[in-house]
């Protein structure tokens, strides 16, 4: 009359097909719906040391020439598909990407993208400097600022923490 196992864990069993009976025959059962999984990015904290605003400010008046483009990410519903921005300052222009993901290999895989169009060379006098929010998809510093050999290609700086309006002109 007593069973040795916990009440969800029947349930567990039915829902992994274990036991002959399914959940239609759980009159409760039918009526719940599964449980929202989150899902977490995994965001590496440590590649912002050296590349903070503070830092970005040094460099930027130790090269007053170099041209600065800002970098952003538009999100519309979670899961649907994600636009990397890229603002020209100087230019006052913008590009826009269309992405699967919100994720850092997409964003590389579109610099990784332009450098193969623009050449080294060309691509250097562009992106010379890159201003980047504290997003999951700009987690991977080095692959944005180095190609597949290993050649130097750009610099990358995050804003500080709740402050987009250091990148303004691409938040606007």
């Known amino acids: 009359d007593s069973i040795m196992v916990s009440e969800r864990t029947i349930y567990r069993l039915i829902d992994a097909r274990l036991l002959s009976s399914m959940n239609i025959d759980l009159p409760r ?4 719906r599964p449980r929202k999984k989150t899902v977490h990015k995994k965001v590496d904290r440590t590649c ?8 970005f400010l040094s460099y930027r008046a130790e090269h007053p020439d170099f041209p600065v483009t800002q970098l952003d990410s538009v999100e519309g519903k979670r899961g649907k598909k994600v636009l990397l921005t890229i603002h020209f300052l100087k230019a006052e ?6 992405r699967d993901h919100n994720d850092s290999k997409s ?12 050449g080294h060379s060309n691509f250097q006098k562009i992106f010379r400097i890159c201003l980047a929010d504290n ?32 990148k303004g002109s691409a938040e606007r």
């Open 29 to 32: 059962k039918v009526r719940y």
């Open 48 to 55: 912002r040391i050296g590349r903070d605003y503070d830092c």
């Open 93 to 98: 222009m913008m590009l826009a990407f269309i």
């Open 107 to 118: 964003v590389i895989d579109i610099f990784n993208n332009l450098y193969k169009i623009l």
């Open 135 to 166: 997003g999951s998809e700009f987690s991977n510093p080095n692959a944005i600022e180095k190609d597949s050999d290993g050649n130097f290609r750009t610099k990358l700086f995050y804003c500080n923490l709740n402050a987009p309006y250091q």
